[in-house]
């Protein structure tokens, strides 16, 4: 296999995944489909427990003590609250959402947009911030093979059916997220090498769980957080471990 097949077939299950979604989606009564993201939302915290749960990584820890991490995360929150307030990052994601449903869609109508572009942002958030996205790419990059990334495959593909089955065709839009993320990873890990310790995965691991906490509250409709302006939370967390590890 070569070096990406992982993401291209991550970004075919999406895609058929999507379409499947879409055929089904409109045969289901509102009530079930809110049910249905409901349901997402829960899996969703879920998976954000079991990624926040690497803030015990012994590893982590030992290299910059045992209350530090809990404060990494905090200050990479933060800051990365704030450098992804001022990029506007969640206006440019919504941005990019609806000029592909004017391209895709365009003869969609507000309420059509609105949901494409919920679906878009969504689906990008879910299916590029958890630790599969980073862990599985830089794997692959390395030449360690693509065995993560397919497990994560088959996952995004069963979320897939069941976003676009509330959302539409902005799950399916959601691919090229997949595409430029994930491939930039595996580039990434191809030209660097094994370039994160296992400290720094657990704090990029642990701030991508609080992140997906934050997708799961939107998907419940608890609180529409801005997930995409605390985005360069995910560089930064590494950046502080190492900062930390080498001031102690």
């Known amino acids: 296999m070569f070096i990406g097949f992982g993401t291209l077939v991550n970004v075919v299950t999406v895609l058929v995944g999507a379409t499947i979604g879409v055929l089904v989606g409109h045969r289901l009564p509102d009530r079930t489909r809110t049910v249905v993201t409901d349901a997402l939302g829960l899996v969703?915290?879920?998976?954000a427990a079991t990624s926040a749960a690497a803030i015990g990584n012994d590893a982590w820890a030992e290299a910059v003590g045992d209350s530090a991490p809990?404060?990494?995360v905090l200050g990479a929150l933060l800051v990365g609250g704030i450098v992804g307030s001022l990029l506007r990052l969640e206006d440019r994601l919504e941005g990019l959402g609806g000029?592909?449903?004017?391209?895709?869609?365009p003869k969609d109508g507000s309420g059509g947009r609105a949901r494409f572009i919920e679906g878009f942002v969504t689906s990008s958030l879910i299916f590029c911030t958890g630790p599969l996205t980073i862990l599985g790419s830089i794997t692959e990059g390395i030449g360690q093979g693509p065995d993560q990334l397919l497990l994560k495959s088959a996952l995004?593909?069963?979320a897939a059916i069941?976003?676009?089955?509330?959302?539409g065709w902005g799950v399916a839009a959601?691919?090229?997220?997949?595409?430029?993320?994930?491939?930039s990873l595996t580039?990434?890990?191809?030209l660097l090498g094994d370039f994160l310790s296992e400290a720094e995965l657990a704090a990029l691991t642990t701030t991508?769980?609080?992140?997906?906490?934050?997708?799961?509250l939107r998907l419940l409709a608890l609180k529409p957080v801005k997930v995409a302006d605390l985005l360069p939370a995910l560089v930064i967390a590494p950046v502080l471990t190492t900062a930390v590890a080498h001031w102690i």
């Not at 069941?162 to 959302?167: D, E, G, L, V, W």
């Not at 580039?187 to 191809?190: D, F, I, S």
């Not at 991508?208 to 799961?216: D, K, N, R, T």
Request: no cysteine; net charge positive; aromatic share 8%.
């Open 44 to 47: 969703t915290l879920l998976i």
């Open 70 to 72: 809990l404060l990494i």
């Open 99 to 105: 000029w592909l449903q004017r391209r895709l869609m």
């Open 156 to 158: 995004d593909g069963f």
């Open 162 to 167: 069941a976003f676009a089955a509330s959302f």
């Open 174 to 183: 959601a691919s090229l997220a997949v595409l430029t993320i994930q491939g």
């Open 187 to 190: 580039a990434l890990g191809a």
């Open 208 to 216: 991508g769980g609080l992140l997906l906490v934050g997708v799961a």
